[in-house]
Structures are given as structure tokens and as C-alpha cells.
């Protein structure tokens, strides 16, 4: 995954929550504004790599893709920042190690979030660390995008560029997904925010990258074979949060948990051939941004186009969900099905 949960607004408040956090998260978003340039300037400029202008040329015709669904982007995406490093933020997410209770961080009028991004690798590495200490299973990963929700006008970054036939795609993909969250955020909800910006993104690139680059395209090919490897890996890995999910319900011991928890994740290892070992915070993060594709596919069939399912999402509050951090997603799914009959009634 290479984006980031949607990066707490909170860095514009005070108050005696995590003010290491505050202050990394303020100092990195105005160094980042800071080096901003109007897409249009670094197009123009003969120092910009070909390849750089060809992406960056392309992004107001992206966003102009994703407002015909009804997507809002507001101020973002008119600038570029080259920050000069592998990642935009270094993201940082926990769980117990024997329940799928991820560790919440909250914040005034934001909401709840389930992972925090860090604008200096150390600093999500030192997080990371003190977690452990603490005895949750954490991880800390690189992500190439976020979202401030609207707060600030988000720009396109350098970490957002790609260089292979993928490139477009990709560009593609995490411009519509942010423009998902500038358009629907219900605070508390990040497994809802992020599974909805993921399957919204996903289906809305699958249509442009074909009306943009016909079928069989090298860049229809490499985003289809990404998405084939990506939907089979991610299916592997839920498979494994569901099968972990019920051990943990069970009556068993801790000890007794940890071990099965261990079989279980070293079969997972085997399977995907995975380099790093997965742990409670690693799964978790995988069913936020995926875990509610089936209740929004039976949404969006519901709903009879995107756009409804876009309409119907813009409706919903932090009162129609039944806890803070809500991973059951069924009961949304539905909702999204009755909002959309009830607008689409109305008009």
C-alpha cells in the first residue's frame, strides 16, 4: 500500500495530545507547502524531466475525470512539491497482539484515526519502537500520499510519480482516492474512509486509464497485472485476518493464541513468499483500506452507478455508524443502497 491514512488535521490544534506528533506534523506540512510550484510553472520549466511534465501534464484532465463522478477537489492537485526523499510520510499503526483492536489516536474535530504519518522516517521508526515496548504488535511503512481531508490545499508530490508503463495509472489512482476523502470523511470511521476511496479509486481508474489508453495498452496492461497481483495477495491476506480473528474469540488461552497466531502467519509467509513478517497491525491495516469491498460492491449495484454510490457517501455521518473505528461494514453497505433509492426518488 502506498498511501498513507488520511493525516490528522489536528496539526492545526493545540492541546497536550502527542505534541511531538503536533509539532513534526505542523513543521513537515508548511515545509512541504513551502515547496510548492503551480503545476503549470514546472511543466514549463526546461529543467523538468520529460517524463515529470508528460505525468504532471496529465493531472488536470484527472481531475476533471473524477468531478464528473462527483468527486470534489476543491484546491488540491494545482501545485507540485519535489521533497526529495523515497516517501512522503512514514506511517505508523498498532494493534494487540491477540485482537484485532487496532490503537486509536484522537484528535478535537477530526476524529479518530487508526495510524499516524510521520514526515521523518526516524521519527515513525522511533514511534514504532516505544509501541513495541509497550507490547503491541506495530508496524512503520512508507507512503507515497495523503490527505489533509481539505484542510490544506494538498499538492501533487514527487513520491506520487512513477516510472513504468504503471506510471499514468498510479498517478491516476491516488489523485481520484485523496479526491475520495476531500469529498467523503465521516470522522472515526477510517475503515469505512479508506475501503470507499479505495474501491471508488480503483473502478474509476479501471474506466479512465481504457477511455484514456485504449484496451491492450502498455498502461492498461501494467495497471490489470498490478491489480490481478494485488487482488490475490490481498484475498490471501484477509483469509488470514478472518482465520486469526477467530482464533482470537475463542476461549483459548494467551499463550495458546500466540502460538496458533504464529502457524497461522507462517503459512501466510509461505504462500505470498513475503520478505516481512506480518503482525495484528499489518493485517488490520490491510482490512481498512480493503475489508468493506464486498459491501460496497453490493452498494454500488444497489445505488446503479458510481456516481449514485458517490451521492449517497456525502450523506452519511458519524451518527450512522454504531462504534468509533467501525470494521463491520455490511450494515453501511445497505444504508449506501437506501440513501441512493432516496435520492435518486428525489430527483
Known amino acids: 500500500m502506498k498511501r498513507a491514512a488520511v493525516l490528522a488535521a489536528?496539526?492545526?490544534?493545540?492541546?497536550?495530545?502527542?505534541?511531538?506528533?503536533?509539532?513534526?506534523?505542523?513543521?513537515?506540512?508548511?515545509?512541504?507547502?513551502?515547496r510548492a510550484r503551480p503545476i503549470e510553472e514546472v511543466v514549463a520549466d526546461e529543467r523538468t524531466?520529460?517524463?515529470?511534465?508528460?505525468?504532471?501534464?496529465?493531472?488536470?484532465?484527472?481531475?476533471?475525470?473524477?468531478?464528473?463522478?462527483?468527486?470534489?477537489?476543491?484546491?488540491?492537485?494545482?501545485?507540485?512539491?519535489?521533497?526529495?526523499?523515497p516517501a512522503a510520510v512514514w506511517f505508523v499503526g498498532a494493534a494487540d497482539p491477540v485482537a484485532f483492536k487496532p490503537l486509536k489516536w484522537c484528535f478535537p474535530i477530526v476524529g479518530c484515526f487508526a495510524g499516524l504519518g510521520w514526515f521523518d522516517e526516524d521519527d515513525g521508526v522511533k514511534h514504532k519502537l516505544e509501541l513495541?515496548?509497550?507490547?503491541?504488535?506495530?508496524?512503520?511503512?512508507?507512503?507515497?500520499?495523503?490527505?489533509?481531508?481539505?484542510?490544506?490545499?494538498?499538492?501533487?508530490l514527487s513520491t506520487m510519480l512513477g516510472g513504468g508503463d504503471d506510471a499514468f495509472p498510479e498517478l491516476?489512482?491516488?489523485?481520484?482516492?485523496?479526491?475520495?476523502?476531500?469529498?467523503?470523511?465521516?470522522?472515526?470511521?477510517?475503515?469505512?474512509?479508506?475501503?470507499?476511496?479505495?474501491?471508488?479509486?480503483?473502478?474509476?481508474?479501471?474506466?479512465?486509464?481504457?477511455?484514456?489508453?485504449?484496451?491492450?495498452?502498455?498502461?492498461?496492461?501494467?495497471?490489470?497485472?498490478?491489480?490481478?497481483?494485488?487482488?490475490?495477495?490481498?484475498?490471501?491476506?484477509?483469509?488470514?485476518?478472518?482465520?486469526?480473528?477467530?482464533l482470537y474469540e475463542s476461549q483459548q488461552s494467551r499463550e495458546a493464541k500466540l502460538a496458533a497466531k504464529a502457524k497461522i502467519i507462517d503459512e501466510l509467509v509461505a504462500d505470498l513468499r513475503l520478505r516481512r513478517r506480518p503482525n495484528n497491525a499489518t493485517l488490520t491495516e490491510v482490512?481498512?483500506?480493503?475489508?468493506?469491498?464486498?459491501?460496497?460492491v453490493d452498494a454500488h449495484r444497489a445505488c446503479g452507478d458510481l456516481r449514485s454510490l458517490v451521492e449517497a457517501g456525502k450523506?452519511?455521518?458519524?451518527?450512522d455508524f454504531t462504534k468509533t473505528l467501525q470494521d463491520d461494514l455490511v450494515p453501511i453497505g445497505k444504508l449506501l443502497g437506501e440513501r441512493c433509492k432516496r435520492i435518486q426518488k428525489r430527483s
Not at 11 to 25: E, K, V
Not at 132 to 154: H, K, L, Q
Not at 212 to 228: D, H, K
Not at 315 to 319: N, P, Q
Open 10 to 34: 489536528a496539526i492545526m490544534l493545540g492541546g497536550c495530545l502527542m505534541p511531538r506528533y503536533l509539532s513534526q506534523a505542523a513543521y513537515g506540512q508548511l515545509e512541504l507547502m513551502a
Open 49 to 85: 524531466s520529460v517524463r515529470t511534465a508528460l505525468l504532471l501534464a496529465e493531472i488536470p484532465a484527472i481531475k476533471q475525470y473524477g468531478r464528473s463522478y462527483g468527486l470534489k477537489i476543491k484546491r488540491n492537485y494545482n501545485h507540485y512539491s519535489a521533497l526529495g526523499r
Open 132 to 156: 513495541e515496548a509497550r507490547g503491541y504488535d506495530a508496524i512503520v511503512r512508507p507512503a507515497s500520499a495523503y490527505s489533509t481531508g481539505g484542510w490544506f490545499p494538498d499538492p501533487v
Open 172 to 246: 491516476a489512482n491516488v489523485i481520484l482516492h485523496e479526491s475520495v476523502h476531500a469529498t467523503i470523511l465521516v470522522p472515526d470511521q477510517p475503515f469505512f474512509n479508506e475501503s470507499l476511496a479505495s474501491y471508488v479509486a480503483d473502478t474509476l481508474t479501471d474506466n479512465w486509464i481504457k477511455e484514456r489508453f485504449g484496451r491492450g495498452s502498455p498502461e492498461e496492461l501494467a495497471w490489470t497485472l498490478g491489480q490481478a497481483t494485488h487482488l490475490h495477495r490481498t484475498a490471501r491476506t484477509l483469509e488470514t485476518y478472518n482465520r486469526l480473528k477467530k
Open 287 to 296: 482490512r481498512v483500506y480493503n475489508g468493506g469491498a464486498a459491501a460496497l
Open 315 to 319: 450523506t452519511l455521518e458519524r451518527k
